[in-house]
Each structure stands twice: as C-alpha cells, then as structure tokens.
Nanobody, 123 residues
C-alpha cells in the first residue's frame, strides 16, 4: 500500500489546515490509520489515530479539541483537520496505515507510511 500525504503549507497562528492521505488500495476499510509529526530537531511523535471503520479515534493530549482525524473508506483517503494552530505544531506530518494496528500510538505498529507534508505555523 502506498500513502500520499498532502495539504501542508504555511499558516498563521490560530489558522486551520486539512491534511489528506490518499491510499493506493481499494480496501482502505481494512486499515487503521494514524498521523505522526516530526518537528525540527525532535523525534517523530504520535498525533492521532482512527480505527478501520472511522468511528474510533485517539489523540495526543496536545491535539484534543483542536485536531480531528477521520477516514473516508469510499475515497480511500484519510484526513487530519487542524484548528487553532500554534507555532509548536510546525513539523513534517506523516500518515501511516496498518491492517493490524488498533488505535496505536507507536510507530512500530504501522507498516505503511506516506512521504510527509510540511506544516509551518508562523506569522
């Protein structure tokens, strides 16, 4: 499975972005999905995960109330909507997918990874 992340860009503090993750499979409903991010000089960290059916979600504490993860199995695409963005949210955002992961927050749980999309929050 190949994943293509997109939607990053430059946004002012307090602004919003929607990231997309297109999967090269017609059985996306069999995969749970997650977003991770890596800020400059820091290790990659978990942001949010969504279950296979799109109904179950799990967020890092800093993202609760600001980020919304979802997946559209009919379009084989996952999303991360980010509101009230802060400079600390600046990072390369990666999507990941796996058939066996269950709302997992660890990188090792995900077999497939996208190439990353850069989000810069700055005035």
């Amino acid at each position: 499975v190949q994943l293509q992340a997109s939607g990053g860009g430059l946004v002012q503090p307090g602004g919003s972005l929607r990231l997309s993750c297109a999967a090269s499979t017609h059985t996306f409903s069999r995969y749970s999905m997650a977003w991770f991010r890596q800020a400059p000089g820091k290790e990659r960290e978990f942001v949010a995960a969504v279950g296979r059916d799109g109904d179950s979600t799990y967020y890092v504490a800093s993202g609760k109330g600001r980020f919304t993860i979802s997946k559209d199995n009919a379009k084989n695409t996952g999303y991360l909507v980010m509101n009230n963005l802060k400079p600390d949210d600046t990072a390369v955002y990666y999507c990941a997918a796996d058939r066996d992961a269950v709302l997992a927050g660890m990188e090792a749980e995900y077999e497939y990874w996208g190439q990353g999309t850069l989000v810069t929050v700055s005035s």
